[in-house]
T-cell receptor, first 113, second 114 residues
Framework: DAGITQSPRHKVTETGTPVTLRCHQT?????MYWYRQDPGHGLRLIHY???????DKGEVSDGYSVSRSKTEDFLLTLESATSSQTSVYFC????????????FGEGSRLTVL | GENVGLHLPTLSVQEGDNSIINCAYS??????FIWYKQESGKGPQFIID?????DKRQGQRVTVLLNKTVKHLSLQIAATQPGDSAVYFC?????????????FGKGITLSVRP
C-alpha cells in the first residue's frame, strides 16, 4: 500500500468552526490531491498541488483552501465549516499529473452539525 | 466505512461466475480510461487502465474493453471471489498538460453471493 496517512479519520464539528485535514505521504510523489465523495456525485476534485507551494483549484473548491509547505504534507482547510461540507474526504497522490493512476488514502469522514 | 456505496446500482453475482461491470463515459476525446475498486472503509484502488487507441487490455483475472463507437467501457472479472465485493468506478482523463482532468463516474456496487 502507498504510504498515505490522513488525519483525523473522523471528525464532528459545528457550523462556523474551522477545520483542517492533513494528508501525509512517504512516497515523495510530486502531485497531491484532495477529493470529496458524496452520494450521487462520486469523487470530485477540490484542490490539487503540483509541488511545494504550488496549488490549483478543482471543480468544487469554494469554501476550501489548501497549503503545501513540504513535499510530504498537503493540508485542506475549511475556514468556516458548513453542513454542505459534510462528506468523506480523500487525499490522493500521483507521480505525474497526466496519469489516471492515483493512490488514495483511507479517507476522513467529516460531519458538520 | 469510508466509502459511499449508498444509492448506487448493484450487480449481484454468484461466487465463481464471471462479472461484467459496465460504464458509459462522457467525453469522446478522452485519452485514457481507468477502473478503480473501493472496498468498504478504504480509499479507491487502481485496478487497470486502457488507452483510447486500444480495444482490450488484460490483467490478472480482469479484462477491460473499450468501445469508442458507443462510448462504453466494461470491466470483466473472471471467477469472481468474495474479495471482489466492492464499489467499482470508471474514470476518464483527457490530456491537456497542466490542466489534465481525471473525471470519475458514480460507481457500481458488486455483491458476490457465496
Amino acid at each position: 500500500d502507498a504510504g498515505i496517512t490522513q488525519s483525523p479519520r473522523h471528525k464532528v464539528t459545528e457550523t462556523g468552526t474551522p477545520v483542517t485535514l492533513r494528508c501525509h505521504q512517504t512516497e515523495n510523489h510530486r502531485y497531491m490531491y484532495w477529493y470529496r465523495q458524496d452520494p450521487g456525485h462520486g469523487l470530485r476534485l477540490i484542490h490539487y498541488s503540483y509541488g511545494v507551494k504550488d496549488t490549483d483549484k478543482g471543480e468544487v473548491s469554494d469554501g476550501y483552501s489548501v497549503s503545501r509547505s513540504k513535499t510530504e504534507d498537503f493540508l485542506l482547510t475549511l475556514e468556516s465549516a458548513t453542513s454542505s461540507q459534510t462528506s468523506v474526504y480523500f487525499c490522493a497522490i500521483s507521480y505525474a499529473l497526466d496519469t489516471g493512476e492515483l493512490f488514495f488514502g483511507e479517507g476522513s469522514r467529516l460531519t458538520v452539525l | 466505512g469510508e466509502n459511499v456505496g449508498l444509492h448506487l446500482p448493484t450487480l449481484s453475482v454468484q461466487e465463481g461466475d464471471n462479472s461484467i461491470i459496465n460504464c458509459a463515459y462522457s467525453n469522446s476525446a478522452s485519452d485514457y480510461f481507468i477502473w478503480y475498486k473501493q472496498e468498504s472503509g478504504k480509499g479507491p484502488q487502481f485496478i487497470i487502465d486502457i488507452r483510447s487507441n486500444m480495444d482490450k487490455r488484460q490483467g490478472q483475472r480482469v479484462t477491460v474493453l473499450l468501445n469508442k463507437t458507443v462510448k462504453h467501457l466494461s470491466l470483466q472479472i473472471a471467477a469472481t471471489q468474495p474479495g471482489d465485493s466492492a464499489v467499482y468506478f470508471c474514470a476518464e482523463i483527457k490530456y491537456t498538460g497542466a490542466n489534465s482532468k481525471l473525471t470519475f463516474g458514480k460507481g457500481i456496487t458488486l455483491s458476490v453471493r457465496p
